[in-house]
Every structure is written in C-alpha cells, then in structure tokens.
Nanobody, 127 residues
C-alpha cells in the first residue's frame, strides 16, 4: 500500500529556513518521480519542485523558489526532503508531496501527473 507522510511544517519568520520530509512506504522513492506542491490560502494547488526517478534524476523548480529551495532523496530512509531557505510570506501554505502510479520516468510540476498524495503539512511564514 502506497503511503506518503509529510512532516516538518512550522511557523517561521521571513528569511528563515525549514526542511520538509516526505516519508514513503509501499514503494521505493528511488524508482519513482516525486513532486512537492503548495496550496496557499484561497489559491489552487501549484507544483513547486519535483525530482525524477533515479537514472534520470532531473529536477524542476518553479521560478519563485529557484535558488531558495532544494529537493533531495535519501534512499536509505526512503524519504524525500524539501529544504526551504530564505522563506517569504508568499511561501505560506499547505505543502504536499505526491508520486505517480508508474515507476521511472521524469517528473513534472503538473498535479494531474500524480496519483498518490500525502495529507500535507502547514508552513506559515510570518513575523
């Protein structure tokens, strides 16, 4: 049974950092594309960063997070991380990780490319 569990969300001041975790079970994160999505209050969910399956390994970042966010994968812990630095108020939202039905292949920032989703973790950037 595929399961994704996000954690690490918190209240942080502007300019601060957080690391979100996406712990996976029922599949091997190394073999699947993983995406991180954000839903700000009153907004649609948007893709912000993704990592392709190993062998490709390409990553894609939404323009607003380039240079500030970093996605990594820990095979031993079967977990994908999202390191977020220089946080801004507009980064506030619920953060979700997701994966596809099929193994391998490249990732995408399109939520419709993903099938399995975690429950989300809240990130609030405020002074």
């Amino acid at each position: 049974q595929v399961q994704l569990v996000e954690s690490g969300g918190d209240l942080v001041q502007p300019g601060g950092s957080l690391r979100l975790s996406c712990a996976a079970s029922g599949f091997v994160v190394d073999y699947y594309a993983i995406g991180w999505f954000r839903q700000a209050p009153g907004n649609l969910r948007e893709g912000i960063v993704c990592i392709s399956a190993s062998g490709d390994g390409s990553t894609y970042y939404e323009d607003s997070v380039k240079g500030r966010f970093l996605i990594t994968r820990d095979i031993d812990k079967n977990t994908v991380y999202l390191q977020m630095n220089s946080l801004k108020a507009e980064d506030t939202g619920v953060y979700y990780c997701a994966t596809k039905v099929r193994a391998w292949g490249t990732c995408a920032l399109d939520e419709y490319a993903y099938y399995y989703w975690g429950q989300g973790t809240q990130v609030t950037v405020s002074s």
